[in-house]
């Protein structure tokens, strides 16, 4: 892959019209805005700033890197996936990650992507979960993007989602989440160069979103699935 094609690459797997399913999608955010916790922009960049660092930095981003490295011995890949299944524990968020990982891996399907189309068997045989950090470490692998450039993407893409709900929900503007992108662009960079840890120390500490998302399970009016 030639370094423009890598840029090419990375542009169309980290642009929100890339179907994903991610704007079905608010991570906590639709009912954290109807408890009147985020209301304005500065408190959605302190749950997103918390997001990153305790959520996908010490989650979502060890799980990718392993999946990433193990992605051509497909037992790791599967065990890993298995992993993550009993580390979330919220069932809105845990049907969430495999829903999300489905529809992008049934998106790759469709393109003919190296791998996407034995591992959505193996899903459809209950024999895997399909969570989506591991569909993404295992699709950046087939597709030939450097590790650092899935996790970039991963943070990216994960950011975006959370914005793009605010943006639906009224909380900011198109230009507020500019800005805000802007303001974490250094964070992400920080946690995507970090050291990876063992798959022993995944860990998440985000109880507003997990208590959010529990409760939002429950609500009769909502514009998102989580």
Same mark, same amino acid.
């Given at each position: ?97 495999? &829903? @999300? $990982? ?7 399907? +469709? ?5 996407? !189309?034995?591992?959505?068997? %193996? ?44 943006? &639906? @929900? $009224? ?7 500019? +800005? ?5 662009? !250094?964070?992400?960079?920080? %946690? ?35």
């Amino acid at each position: 892959m030639t370094e423009e094609e890598h840029i090419l690459t990375i542009l169309q797997y980290g642009d929100s019209f890339f179907p994903s399913g991610a704007v079905s999608f608010s991570w906590g955010v639709e009912m954290l805005k109807e408890d009147d916790v985020i209301t304005s922009i500065n408190d959605l960049n302190d749950f997103l700033e918390n997001q990153l660092i305790n959520k996908w930095a010490s989650f979502e981003r060890v799980v990718i890197a392993h999946t990433y490295l193990n992605a051509e011995i497909i037992d790791e890949v599967i065990a890993i996936d298995k992993l993550v299944e009993c580390m979330t524990v919220t069932s809105e968020l845990r049907n969430g990650s495999k &829903r @999300l $990982g489905s529809a992008l891996l049934a998106t790759h399907t +469709k393109l003919n992507t190296p791998g996407a !189309q034995e591992y959505q068997r %193996l899903i459809l045989k209950s024999s895997a979960h399909g969570h989506l950090p591991v569909v993404h470490g295992l699709i950046s692998k087939s597709i030939g993007q450097s590790k650092k450039s899935a996790l970039i993407i991963s943070a990216y893409n994960f950011s975006v989602a959370i914005l793009g709900a605010a943006i &639906r @929900l $009224g909380i900011i503007g198109h230009i507020d989440c500019q +800005k805000s992108l802007n303001k974490f662009r !250094q964070l992400i960079s920080e %946690l995507t160069t970090q050291e990876i840890p063992s798959l022993e120390k995944i860990h998440a500490f985000t109880p507003y979103a997990d208590i959010a998302s529990m409760r939002h399970e429950n609500t009769n009016t909502r514009l998102f699935a989580n």
